[in-house]
């Protein structure tokens, strides 16, 4: 699970897309799993935790930019 948050969150800053919103779940769950079971993987997890907030952030200051720019 770790490994899809990661894949997920780098995908979600790249496309500047929603995927970057569906990693933060992904990687909350990995993170949880690992505590439980003691399992490796808690970067890839916190790096998915990472770059999904932040792919997700700048989608949100893109439509507020082009919501000033560009005005109904």
Do not use: D, H, K, Y
Request: with cysteine.
């Amino acid at each position: 699970m770790a490994i899809v948050a990661l894949a997920l969150g780098v995908l979600g800053l790249v496309s500047c897309a929603l995927l970057g919103a569906a990693a933060i779940p992904c990687a909350n769950q990995a993170m949880r799993e690992i505590q439980r079971t003691g399992e490796r993987g808690r970067e890839l997890a916190m790096a998915g935790l990472v770059l999904g907030s932040l792919g997700l952030t700048l989608w949100v200051v893109l439509l507020s930019v082009m919501a000033v720019l560009f005005p109904w």
